[in-house]
Each structure stands twice: as structure tokens, then as C-alpha cells.
């Protein structure tokens, strides 16, 4: 491969909490490893790889310039994003005008909702849940009704219609949190499940406000496909949310974005980002996402799903063939894996936090899988070099599943 996906990049004192809070007493990080372990992590969603040169390259040519003052996003800016829904996705259509800046999805799904609900209001969402959701939207005075994802004969999780439909009649629910794809589930839904829940939201009047965040991290055999391209109501009836932060491992420079065609619900949502006076773009990130969303981001990119798609395959295959009571549906796009180990703790008479303890005391630093509505889950980051994950599995096959 042209970029590097396999040396181990020494994140310790650079700013990262998936390897600096390890251990940190009162939050939600994993446990240290005991003596003689390192730390491999496994569980905030961010990458263990050097983004694309071209990104550094980018931010340090505009600092080479000494001043940083007001400025206004350019056209550049905003023909990358065109240019980038186009090529990837097959987006017609888009316009600067249908662009709108956030500074975080969680940001931009709590301004959409602001607009389309009262506090106090349901929201459907599917569960397994992201925890970001649960946390702004409870914060924000929203109450989440849960529709639980199934999992079919093939292992495949699906979304219940039927339980959809009931929950959104009962609650009398005009908005749902749609996230595709799914984190952390890893479905990347199919045309037909995106027809028929988009059916079913114009039947009750349901507004979307859809997570795309993880459109461009799609394995080997699946395809994005943006909830606003099924119909002329989606095209009208959703908010979809974009960011280059997970793709190219920018979450720290900030900076997200909205794609509304629905001139009603989009200028409402600008109004309503705007009132906190704290929702501006960083010039710097400005020149990240141009510069990530060029010829070398493409190319960048291409290779990483290869890398991960050999991660995903590599620790599925390790897990069915080495873990007894430990089950995964093998993730379409994302690089998480959620693992239910509810067969494997009943067998060995264990508690999922003893689980957990068993693979943080060897270093392997996986999640919570609770926090996510799994409720024997793990959640685990497979955005590492091979040789790491591959330790990882070592270990929790030594000093964990089969100790």
C-alpha cells in the first residue's frame, strides 16, 4: 500500500483519551493493565492511524501565515463537500446552499430536534443506541423511546417495522434519530430497509435526522446509501449530518455539517445553531476538510476500508473460531464491533464487568457495551494496525474467553 497503516503510533501526551485516560480514576475509560501489559485501545471511536499527509500539509501551509482573523468559508469548501457526495455517493443536485455548518453532529441533531420538537417530546430511536445520542438528548429535555434492532437467521441485525410503527403510534412521535450506518451495530442498511422506514415515517409525519458521520467507512461488499436519496419525501422530510472527523481521524479540529434541502426545516435550523454564538468554523479545520476531501483523501481512503475490512474479517474469523458463547454480527461499514457475551458469562458464571476487568488487567482496552443498550455487550475498535489487534486477540484468548 501506498500510506501506512501498520506502524504503531505513539499517541502518549499527543492529546488523545484513547490511550491518556486509561486508568483515570472517576470517568468511563477502561482500567490500567496490570505490570507487564501495555495498552492497546480498543474503545474510543477514533483511529490509530496517521491521517493523509495532505491534511497536516494543508494546516501547516495556512499557519505559515500570521493571522488568523474573520473570515468566511470559502468556495472551495464548499465544492469539496459537492464534489465528495457526487463521486462517492451519487448525489445530484447538492448545493452550497443546502450546506450548513456545525460544530459537532451531536450539535447538529439537537438543533434539528429543537426545531422540529418541544421539549418534553418522544424521539424514536433504535437501540443498541449511541451513547452520544442518550446524552444530548436527554440533556436537552427529550425523552427516547427505544426500538430494538433484531438480529435475523443470518445474524443480520434488521430493524423491526412493526415495533417501529407501534412505538411511533403510541407516543404519538414526529421525530426519530436515524443513523446510518448504524453505530454500534455496524449495519449499513440496504435501498429496500431505507425505502420501507422512510415509508413509514411519511406515513406518520415523522421528520429524520439522520447520522451519516460513518457514510465513508464502508467494508468490502456494502454501499452507502443517503436516506435523503429514496424518495422525493426523504428528499423534503431529512436532516442528514456529515463530518469528515471519523474518516480522517479529525475530531479534535471540530467540524461538522448539514445537508437540508428542505428550505423550511433548513433555514430554521440555522437560526437555531446560531443562537448559542459559539457555532463558527475554525479556519484551520476550513483547510482539513478541503484538503481531505481531495485526489489524496480519495486515494487515502480507499486503502483504510481495505485495512479495516482485513481487521473486521481477521477478528471475526478469530472469534468464532476461538470463543465459545461469544457472538458478533459481522459489521458492513464502521470499524466497531459490538461482541454480545451473555452465552460465554452465563457458562463461566461471570458478571460483564468481571469480563471487562479480565481484559483491561492484560491491556486489551475495550468499552462498556451497557452504555450502548447492549446489556452483556462489549463494544471494541478495530481501527488499529493488524499486528495490534492481532496481540489483542492473543491476549483475550490466553487471559479472558479461555483462561
Not at 500570521?66 to 464534489?83: C, K, M
Not at 442518550?134 to 433484531?150: A, E, F, K, M, R
Not at 443562537?275 to 487515502?300: F, I, K, Q
Request: charged share 20%.
Amino acid at each position: 500500500m501506498k500510506y501506512d497503516f501498520t506502524s504503531i503510533m505513539d499517541r502518549h501526551g499527543r492529546d488523545a483519551i484513547a490511550v491518556d485516560a486509561i486508568g483515570a480514576p472517576g470517568g468511563f475509560a477502561p482500567g490500567a493493565p496490570r505490570e507487564g501489559f501495555d495498552a492497546i485501545p480498543m474503545w474510543v471511536a477514533d483511529m490509530n492511524f496517521p491521517t493523509v499527509p495532505a491534511i497536516p500539509a494543508a494546516i501547516i501551509q495556512r499557519a505559515q501565515h500570521p493571522a488568523f482573523g474573520y473570515f468566511a468559508p470559502t468556495d472551495d469548501y464548499y465544492n469539496a463537500i459537492i464534489r465528495w457526495h457526487q463521486d462517492r455517493n451519487g448525489v445530484d443536485g447538492l448545493a452550497k446552499g443546502h450546506i450548513g455548518y456545525e460544530n459537532g453532529v451531536l450539535g447538529g441533531v439537537v438543533s434539528a430536534l429543537n426545531v422540529l420538537c418541544s421539549k418534553g417530546d418522544k424521539v424514536l430511536l433504535h437501540s443498541p443506541t449511541y451513547i452520544g445520542f442518550t446524552g444530548s438528548l436527554t440533556n436537552n429535555g427529550y425523552h427516547i423511546v427505544h426500538s430494538p434492532l433484531v438480529l435475523d437467521e443470518d445474524g443480520v441485525w434488521r430493524m423491526d417495522f412493526e415495533d417501529m410503527e407501534k412505538k411511533i403510534v403510541e407516543n404519538r412521535i414526529h421525530a426519530t434519530v436515524f443513523c446510518s450506518p448504524h453505530n454500534p451495530c455496524g449495519r449499513v442498511w440496504e435501498r429496500w430497509e431505507l425505502e420501507r422506514a422512510m415509508e413509514l415515517f411519511r406515513k406518520h409525519d415523522v421528520y429524520v435526522v439522520s447520522d451519516e458521520i460513518w457514510s465513508d467507512l464502508i467494508l468490502d461488499g456494502s454501499r452507502h446509501i443517503p436516506t435523503q436519496s429514496v424518495s422525493e419525501d426523504a428528499w423534503q422530510r431529512t436532516a442528514a449530518i456529515y463530518a469528515p472527523s471519523k474518516t480522517f481521524n479529525l475530531a479534535g479540529l471540530v467540524g461538522s455539517y448539514h445537508i437540508v434541502y428542505n428550505p423550511w426545516l433548513r433555514d430554521r435550523m440555522e437560526k437555531e445553531s446560531s443562537l448559542c454564538h459559539y457555532n463558527d468554523m475554525n479556519v484551520l479545520s476550513m483547510h482539513a476538510l478541503t484538503a481531505a476531501y481531495g485526489p489524496e483523501g480519495r486515494e487515502w481512503l480507499n486503502e483504510l476500508c481495505q485495512v479495516l475490512t482485513g481487521n473486521v474479517d481477521y477478528a471475526c474469523g478469530y472469534i468464532a473460531q476461538h470463543f465459545e458463547g461469544v457472538r458478533v454480527s459481522k459489521p458492513q461499514g464502521t470499524y466497531m464491533l459490538f461482541l454480545d457475551c451473555t452465552d460465554w458469562c452465563a457458562a463461566h458464571g461471570k458478571t460483564i464487568d468481571e469480563l471487562q476487568k479480565m481484559g483491561w488487567d492484560v491491556g486489551v482496552a475495550w468499552q462498556d457495551g451497557r452504555m450502548f443498550h447492549g446489556p452483556c455487550h462489549i463494544r471494541m475498535n478495530l481501527a488499529l494496525p493488524l499486528s495490534r489487534v492481532e496481540e489483542a486477540f492473543r491476549r483475550i484468548d490466553r487471559y479472558v474467553f479461555n483462561a
